[in-house]
């Protein structure tokens, strides 16, 4: 079974990034935005004195760029501490940029079955438990496709929560060469689309979501 995510090529002169860590970082910064100020210079300036930086410091070129795609935290130690500072005033920001949601739309080709298993942990426990077995073992952990609560995943919790598992389990089903987890992850990704233009988070980015996935027709 071919993979249902498309293969894109690094950008030249950025080796370790690519869209979907800019769509990562411009949905984190924008929720950012939404959550704390009116005007770009009122946010800019709430963060810096947040960030216990000096007010001339260049931190509203920073931020405009990571709000432009010009740029991004990477997914480095830095990254990690800035992240942790700013959930410190903005709880459940943190969560928006290290989702697995998008590590999983990278397809990334070294990710394992233990990955998964550890990316499916994260999610919300009702959703977890929606597809996680009652009493995982070793080998098996994952419920079979026709066992796995579909309609949980379609209707409860946020949607970066439930598109995250969408998205976990159709890397599963390749990883696996499962047929019928990849039509039924087919399924609930298309019918959670129809959910994306009534959520902040991804009414603005979704386009640049769908052009990494092969599977979905809209």
């Known amino acids: 079974m071919d993979s249902i995510f498309k293969s894109t090529s690094p950008k030249k002169g950025r080796p370790n990034r690519d869209d979907i860590d800019i769509i990562r970082c411009q949905v984190w910064v924008l929720e950012l935005k939404r959550r704390h100020a009116r005007?770009?210079?009122?946010?800019?300036?709430?963060?810096?004195?947040?960030?216990?930086?000096?007010?001339?410091k260049n931190y509203t070129s920073r931020w405009n760029k990571y709000a432009r795609g010009a740029t991004t935290p990477g997914l480095g130690e830095s990254a990690k501490k800035l992240t942790s500072i700013v959930e410190s005033f903005s709880?459940?920001?943190e969560k928006i940029y290290w989702h697995p949601f998008w590590r999983a739309l990278k397809n990334d080709p070294e990710v394992t079955r233990?990955?998964?298993?550890?990316?499916?942990?994260?999610l919300p426990t009702r959703l977890s438990q929606a597809i996680f077995l009652d009493k995982p073992g070793p080998e098996f952990w994952r419920k079979p496709h026709d066992a796995i609560n579909w309609h949980r995943l379609l209707s409860e919790g946020?949607?970066?929560?439930?598109?995250?598992?969408?998205?976990?389990?159709?890397?599963?089903?390749?990883?696996?060469?499962?047929?019928?987890?990849?039509?039924?992850?087919?399924?609930?990704?298309?019918?959670?689309?129809?959910?994306?233009?009534?959520?902040?988070?991804?009414?603005?980015?979704?386009?640049?979501?769908?052009a990494r996935l092969e599977f979905t027709s809209s």
């Not at 005007?39 to 001339?56: A, D, H, I, M, Q």
């Not at 233990?114 to 994260?122: K, R, V």
């Open 91 to 93: 709880l459940g920001s």
């Open 39 to 56: 005007t770009w210079r009122e946010f800019e300036s709430l963060v810096s004195k947040r960030l216990g930086e000096s007010p001339n």
């Open 158 to 210: 946020e949607l970066i929560d439930r598109l995250g598992a969408a998205v976990l389990l159709a890397q599963d089903s390749i990883l696996s060469q499962d047929v019928n987890l990849y039509l039924c992850a087919l399924d609930l990704v298309e019918n959670l689309s129809t959910q994306v233009p009534n959520d902040r988070l991804f009414e603005r980015h979704w386009p640049g979501i769908v």
């Open 114 to 122: 233990l990955d998964l298993f550890a990316s499916y942990a994260m």
